[in-house]
């Protein structure tokens, strides 16, 4: 089987980024973002999914650090489609429920290549350390559109902020873990009746 690793770099003149990821990892993470709560969220998706991650960014987070997450979202989503080409002998489907204490969050995730995101959280607080809350939608919304999948959250209870975020990013990588990983059954087919994802 062919290596599923990527690296992509996008520069605009709001943010410089470069991610890499090996799906087929063990979990191995690196960052630097400027933005302290979404790296913790991104060695969740890593630990969790086995996944390799190395993300490096430089934003405009003295303004805000709005672009910034966006943009990690859109540079992994788009490292995340490379790295997993034809999708030919992946699951395709993976769900995944995750608790922390208090808190419980499902995710649903397609890898189907049309991108649609349904999220249902209502967070406790607006923002976590620093970080607005509302950015969480942001970086999966970029994730979504540039990674080409369909994506439902739903954090089912909690009421500390900081648990129901880390359920989430817990709960997404270990769906994308099985989503990801190759059907032994069916290693050489395409996971659709259409022939093509």
């Not at 990013?169 to 069916?186: M, T, V």
Request: aromatic share 8%; proline share 2%; hydrophobic share 40%.
């Amino acid at each position: 089987m062919a290596e599923r690793k990527a690296t992509v770099t996008r520069n605009t003149l709001e943010t410089q980024i470069t991610a890499s990821v090996n799906l087929d990892g063990t979990g191995v993470f690196k960052a630097e973002t400027g933005v302290p709560f979404l790296e913790h969220m991104m060695e969740q998706i890593s630990r969790h999914g086995l996944i390799d991650l190395d993300i490096q960014a430089n934003g405009d987070t003295h303004i805000d650090d709005h672009h910034t997450v966006e943009d990690v979202g859109i540079t992994l989503g788009q490292a995340f489609a490379q790295a997993v080409g034809d999708k030919k002998g992946i699951m395709r489907y993976g769900h995944a429920y995750c608790p922390l204490d208090e808190a419980l969050s499902r995710v649903v995730v397609d890898f189907s290549g049309r991108p649609s995101l349904h999220m249902d959280v209502e967070f406790t607080r607006a923002s976590i350390g620093k970080m607005d809350t509302q950015l969480f939608w942001e970086f999966f919304q970029g994730f979504v559109n540039h990674a080409g999948i369909t994506l439902h959250i739903d954090n089912l209870k909690g009421f500390n902020a900081h648990h129901q975020a880390e359920t989430i990013f817990k709960a997404f990588g270990r769906a994308l873990r099985f989503a990801l990983e190759i059907d032994a059954r069916a290693a050489d087919k395409m996971p659709s009746t259409k022939g093509v994802l």
